[in-house]
């Protein structure tokens, strides 16, 4: 049985509670990106660069058997990092549980600044990007 | 004569302060605008509580004495500058604003198709986008000289384009706000007059960290922002020689600015009022007498040696990191150091020392060009002002070493 996405918050809240300090969080998000499976050079296309002023995101969604699938990639290691976070909370999910969702964990675990419309680091418009695609898959399939 | 490294703290009520959240950053932006001294906060404080009206229109005495002090913010700048008259500067609400102006009522008075518009390669958006706006509105061209490798205008090729006699107008920063060099305005200057163009200065940097005599550097215009010379936001000059501003059209209408108006036509106010349609943002504007003094109460020749020397200090431990590249080392620097490290986004070093407590710009700081022409899509900027310390700078330098064995 997969779990909510509200559980994958969660769980993502309580690991990111245990470490000490802004320092350890950080190190973790450094962690997640080198992790994070590169793109594929191919689809680093223009269509797909969400252009911010600090940080470049390129975003690719898949549809398959009613769910969407993502696969990000950044310039910035802490941009990929937070990118990772949300592949997580929203890979492989239908179009109306993500547009249910909400994105208070992020706040939750300190990275809110990230998030602000503020930070032109291309994750505010990669979530646009993400809801926009949940968006136009939901009316397709409709 | 302030001296003191202290004593230009303690005017300084952020530098008291606990900071944003409880957080004492570093403030090495600069750049982007700098924090405001006491003086400046209580002028602005005590003129909205006691002498808030607006300017220009109203025969009671709290609007003269609004008045006055808008008035009095303007002579503070014709002081620094050392422009001949009052009527010479135009207040505007920042560089951009000033450099507009100046596009659309130079523009319409004297470009025409074909002309040329010279400017440097290492210009900030705000000092590109007018004018390239002025050229697709008029059929004019816009060259560029080139800057060097090591950050350098590339002066012969300045004179060889200048030669060619098509350019008006020469356009061009007196520091780059990436680059960090004082660029030789004078000698461009000269260049520019010898050819039978005009030149103006974008002087947002270089009136902090060089200061202009418009008389002894004899340019046309010279524009800046007052919130980054420690006035409030929302100011800003362009200066123009008065022979040429008279000539000048206005370009925003509205109040003010007019002579008479009638419902066909209006003749319009003489200099500088004609360029001045609207409410200023007086209060703001009258905080650059305040900002005016501080900046001459303090000893600069020593700010300037201090800051020299916090700058090659600087520069000597960067390079002493590996990969670590400076973008504008030749040349006269002024404390303002752009640099990017291989890998390490500039993007996240900027967001590491944050948390470290340095407070530091990263991206395209608006120079998308100069940077496309470095290869880089975006570079870490450190900028110092008069109040920050060598010790700040060895802070900076520990913690980016921090970050980078973070990120690398
Ligand atoms: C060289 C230069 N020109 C123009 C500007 C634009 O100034 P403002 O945003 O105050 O209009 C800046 C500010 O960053 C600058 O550094």
Redesign the interface.
Known sequence: MQQTIKEVQQEIVDSFAAFGDWMDRYEYLIELGRDLPVIDEQKKQEERLIKGCQSRVWLDTEYRDGRLWFTADSDAIITKGIISLLIQVYNGRTPDEILAADNSFIDEIGLRENLSPTRANGLVAMMEQIRGDALKFKSQQD | MIQNKEKIRSLFPYLQSAGCGGRQLIYFDNAATTQKPRSVIDAATRWLADSNANVHRAVYGLAAAATEHYEAGREAVRELINAQAREEIVITSGTTASINLLANVYGQRYIRPGDEILLSEGEHHSNIVPWQMLCERTGAHLRYFSVKEDGQWDMEEAERILSEGKVRMVSAAHISNVLGIVNPVAELTVLAHRYGAVIHIDGAQGIVHAGIDVQEIPCDFYSFSGHKLYALTGTGVLYGRRDLLETLPPWMGGGEMVDTVTYSSTTYAPIPLRFEAGTPNFIAAATLRPAVDFVTSIDIAQVRKNEEEMTAWLMHEMNSIDGLRIYGAGGHKAPLVSFTVEGA????I???LD?MGVAVR???MCSEPLLNKFGQ??VVRVSLAAYNTMQECEVFISSLRRVLE??R
């Not at chain 2, 986004?345 to 996240?348: A, L, R, T, Y």
């Open positions: 986004h500039h993007s996240d900027a967001v590491l948390k990263s991206g395209q899509t975006g973070m990120l």
